[in-house]
């Protein structure tokens, strides 16, 4: 422990010591690595800014850490299967240091909780997404018996506690955790909890420490973002208040659920050009008696309708989606008004998934699975071929016009500088230029996945 020095005021309350004059000698080093969603990463980086006014430091290579975190995620099947591969993988660390700390976190240590300690005996500690407040005591508490906090809070939002952010020109800031919708498909309401808001002064000071730190864009995270109210103030209130940091040059925010886009919202996006004209818009299925089996709470027409109203607002916009195929139920044909949908929208591009059954949920519970195997993967490469032409398409709309990008670095190729759009295309492009400038760069040529440009 270093010594804390206590500086006897001459009148009033002892001064609270600044964070430099507690904090506890080295404790070792960290690495957290992380799967899943964006909010993993912002989680991620809450968990290393614990670690680190512990007096943890970050490692930089997972093969030399004391402590190694999994942050996880448990929307599909599948990425619970790459953690248990990468906990194996592990094992032969564990071995060679039995003295490393290896902790699961985040949604699959809250769905599998101990029986993950059947499938991984050697697994130190397993912590929920709402359990790192306490994570230094808990690493302490990990090297003697394995330890397990999954208990999920109904205000737990971190407030107080700032992030290590990892490097890069986007800060992450989470606006408001869990999600109260229970789509039938979906297992983040039992793994992440019900839905609560930051409060708006805190978001202000997050994105008032990432503008000192140099970020000039932020991306306002939760999983249904729009739902956030905090009081009187509503989401489109919040985009305004971030955008008058001074500093922030791009405010992003990611996932909007369509039912909850207001009039104002929408208003609010075509007015502040601080606002980027991009919208990820999950719609998960094209046929209404699907989407009603799911419990979207919307309907095709209103989705098409919300997208007109979104397009007739803000000029330029980008629109991506995710889509879910073979949900237990869904016919030929109702495949084929996903298709027809797409076709109709045209989205700049698509996450595609095929349903995977999670424990828990009212499809899994209720809805008897009706899609075989080979039928879910037919239907997706349906939609992804459709979609590739589609963005194919809708990237060379691009081509010849001259646009802002924020850099990000070096691409792959020597001599060629990589960064983003407003509309949050990928753009590489030839002559150099600083990490996080604006430059206007010409698109020149396109893929289905990057613009091509030089610079103007
Ligand atoms: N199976 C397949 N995809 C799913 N998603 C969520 N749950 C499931 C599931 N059980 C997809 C949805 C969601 C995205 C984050 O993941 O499309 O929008
Ligand atoms: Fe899951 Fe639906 Fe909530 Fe999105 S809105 S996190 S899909 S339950």
């Known amino acids: 422990m270093d010594e804390l020095k206590l500086i006897e005021p001459s009148h009033g309350p002892a001064p609270t010591p600044a964070i430099e004059d507690v904090v506890p000698a080295e404790r070792g080093t960290v690495y957290v690595e992380t799967y899943g969603c964006q909010m993993n990463v912002s989680d991620s980086e809450v968990m290393l800014g614990v670690l680190k ?158 503008a000192q730190e140099g970020f000039q864009e932020v991306t306002l995270l939760g999983q ?93 916009l980008s629109l991506s989606t995710d889509i879910i195929v073979g949900f237990p139920g869904e016919t030929r044909e109702d495949f084929d008004r996903t298709l027809d949908l797409m076709r109709g929208v045209r989205f700049d591009s698509a996450f595609m998934f095929k349903y995977s059954e999670r424990e828990g949920t009212v499809a899994e519970r209720e809805i008897p699975d009706t899609v075989s195997a080979t039928e879910k993967g037919e239907r997706l490469e349906e939609v992804i071929t459709l979609q590739n032409g589609i963005s194919l398409e809708v990237n060379q709309t691009y081509v010849g016009r001259t646009v802002e990008v924020l850099v990000e670095g070096p691409a792959r190729r020597p001599g060629q500088t990589s960064g983003k ?13 600083e990490p996080n400038t604006f430059v206007d760069v010409t698109v020149t040529d396109c893929t289905q996945k990057t613009l091509i440009g030089e610079l103007a």
């Not at 700390?101 to 909780?113: E, R």
């Not at 800060?171 to 409060?199: H, L, N, Q």
């Not at 729009?226 to 509503?234: A, K, Q």
């Not at 759009?421 to 230029?433: H, N, Q, R």
């Open 224 to 316: 249904t973002v729009n739902s956030y109210h905090d009081g009187e103030t509503d989401f489109a209130d919040l985009l305004e208040q971030v955008a008058r940091v001074e500093g922030i040059r791009r405010i992003r925010f990611t996932s909007p659920h369509p039912s909850d886009f207001t009039p104002k919202l929408i208003e609010t996006m075509g007015r502040d050009p601080k606002i980027c004209p991009f919208i990820h818009l999950p719609l998960q299925s094209g046929a209404d008696p699907v989407l009603e089996a799911m419990q979207r709470s919307y309907t095709t027409a209103e989705y098409r309708k919300l997208v007109e109203d979104l397009r007739a607002a803000i000029p330029g």
């Open 53 to 210: 006014s512990a007096g943890y430091s970050a490692a930089t290579r997972l093969e030399e850490a004391d402590v190694v975190l999994l942050n996880t995620c448990a929307i599909r099947e599948h990425a619970e299967d790459r953690v248990i591969g990468r906990l194996s993988q592990l094992s032969h660390l564990k071995m060679k240091r039995p003295d490393v700390v290896l902790g699961v976190c985040g949604c699959m240590a809250k769905h599998l909780s101990e029986q993950l300690l059947d499938r991984v005996p050697y697994v130190d500690l397993i912590l929920g997404p709402d359990s790192y407040r306490d994570l230094a005591q808990m690493v302490q508490e990990a090297r003697g018996e394995p330890a397990l906090d999954v208990k999920l809070g109904r205000s737990e939002t971190y407030v107080g506690l700032d992030p290590a952010r990892s490097e890069g020109v986007n800060a992450w800031i989470t606006v408001m955790r869990g999600c109260d919708k229970f789509c039938t498909f979906c297992i983040v309401p039992y793994v992440r909890g019900r839905e609560r808001s930051v409060a708006a002064h805190e978001i202000v000071r997050q994105a008032e420490i990432a």
């Open 421 to 433: 759009t407003d509309t949050f295309k990928t753009i590489v492009f030839t002559g150099e230029a």
